[in-house]
């Protein structure tokens, strides 16, 4: 498959509205009698992209045209992996959850030219592992996905609608943990010296907020690193990846590869930071400070307590961010849980992910050819801003984009947004690698147009604000303090 990047760009400040959001036209492949009379611009421009990345060309405007028959073959097991990341946006001014979550009319289009190219054959699986305390039936009422599966569900036609967390939990008014977990829902896949993590110091502190440290070292040493893969994704022959790109504390980004720690069953097998200061080997925040380090002590007590329902939780939680606001205060370091530039943890995860989803077979064991296929579609109507990926600010944009190749998108996502794709780390790690991709020759389908990437100028309208912890490192306005 060619590994060009088609940008659809729309009039769209907001997602189609009919129920089941089918298209306005009645496409010569389209297989039901059900359209809308209001335009859907998200149904055409996927559907236009496809063509334009070449898919079934000769056939296009006719019956038989099948553009994912170029990836999907009959009897296929297909994973289609949205992001579901939360059930609210607690951003304070619009609560948004258009520009947290994979809106479902980019679904439907996905799904129904994915059941073209099965035929009546195969499997079509739609999930994701959103965090532990996402309540996923409310998100599925709220956001409108249960009218997507209703449409299908009318016309007998079977998806396997997945939740793939082996953790579901809520936090207790006393500040205390309580929930379900699956013990034998995942799949280990090993990496150890193939992980990215292989030779970093300091693997007793990484960190990943609201689990309690002593379920990471479990699986992550300094010479073991796993992670806890549902088995759907291993059994996979095609993954069509759905991102909602914007901002990341963490990341700086999150769009195509980051997308993919969603193919985790267990969270706490997720190094997001490494515990205290630059100067002591973490990237939690920048300056030393002993009350931080108190507090991040105390952190640690506090989930292990919260999750054996310690009388004492609620006390020791508060008491732990009192003494964290007062060591921020008094060393003049905001930077808090690695949400800011110096995080040297979080891209080594999402590397050791995307290697696993290339390569690893149905047993979890690392093979030397790739394993599955993978498309992404980018729902980039509504992107993300600032403070993602659990309170962003929506930014209204109005494209789409596609292309097979996770990297090479995520450095057009990282153009469009206004930053150097260099400056995030895990595409600055990849880039770098014998047999990356060649930057110069990618080619940009945008406008109608074919253009290179240096050619491909974002619009100032498009570029997002990030969070407060990489804004000023990734628009380079300011002078940083390292």
């Known amino acids: 498959m060619k590994e060009d990047v088609y940008i659809g760009e729309t009039d769209l400040i907001q997602y189609p509205q009919s129920q089941y959001y089918s298209p306005a036209i009645q496409y010569p492949e389209y297989c039901y009698r059900d359209v809308t009379l209001e335009k859907n611009e998200v149904y055409d421009t996927i559907r236009q992209g496809f063509f334009e990345l070449g898919y079934d060309c000769e056939n296009y405007g006719k019956p038989n045209w099948n553009p994912l028959g170029t990836i999907i073959q009959k009897g296929d097991t297909v994973l289609i992996k949205p992001n579901w990341v939360f059930h609210k946006n607690v951003e304070p001014i619009s609560h948004d959850m258009d520009c947290m979550v994979t809106h479902p009319s980019i679904l439907r289009v996905v799904i129904d030219y994915v059941l073209i190219a099965l035929g009546g054959t195969g499997r079509v699986i739609i999930g994701d592992s959103p965090i532990q305390l996402c309540d996923l039936k409310e998100l599925m009422e709220v956001h409108g996905y249960n009218r997507l599966w209703d449409f299908y569900k009318e016309r007998n036609i079977s998806l396997e609608i997945v939740d793939f967390r082996g953790v579901i939990a809520r936090i207790e008014k006393d500040r205390t943990f309580t929930g379900e977990v699956d013990d034998n829902l995942g799949i280990l896949v090993k990496l150890n010296e193939m992980s990215a993590f292989h030779e970093k110091a300091h693997a007793d502190n990484f960190r990943i907020t609201n689990y309690p440290p002593a379920e990471l070292r479990k699986h992550h040493t ?180 596609l292309g097979n190749d996770s990297l090479l998108c995520d450095i057009v996502i990282s153009k469009i947004f206004g930053c150097n794709y260099k400056k995030i780390k895990y595409i600055d790690y990849l880039i770098k690698l014998d047999g990356a991709p060649d930057i110069s020759k990618l080619n940009i389908m945008y406008n109608q147009s074919n253009i290179s990437y240096e050619e491909f100028l974002s619009p100032i309208e498009w570029q997002i604000e990030f969070s407060a912890g990489w804004n000023n490192f990734l628009s380079t306005r300011s002078k940083l303090i390292y």
């Open 222 to 401: 300094q010479s073991v690193h796993e992670y806890n893969i549902h088995p759907f994704v291993l059994e996979a022959n095609v993954i069509i990846n759905l991102p909602k790109p914007k901002a990341h504390r963490k990341a700086g980004i999150t769009a195509c590869m980051k997308n993919f720690v969603g193919i985790n069953s267990r969270k706490e097998c997720l190094p997001h930071h490494t515990k205290y200061s630059i100067d002591e080997g973490g990237d939690e925040y920048y300056r030393r400070s002993y009350l931080r380090s108190i507090s991040s002590d105390l952190r640690d007590i506090y989930l292990t307590l919260a999750y054996n329902k310690n009388r004492y939780t609620k006390f020791l939680s508060f008491y732990t961010s009192i003494i964290d606001k007062l060591g921020r205060i008094l060393s003049r370091d905001n930077y808090s849980e690695g949400s800011w530039y110096g995080n040297d943890t979080i891209w080594r995860t999402i590397i050791d992910l995307n290697l696993i989803l290339k390569y690893s077979n149905k047993l979890g064991k690392i093979q030397n050819q790739p394993q599955r296929r993978v498309l992404n579609i980018c729902d980039m109507i509504i992107v993300g801003e600032k403070e993602g990926p659990m309170e962003p600010s929506p930014k209204p944009i109005g494209l789409i984009l």
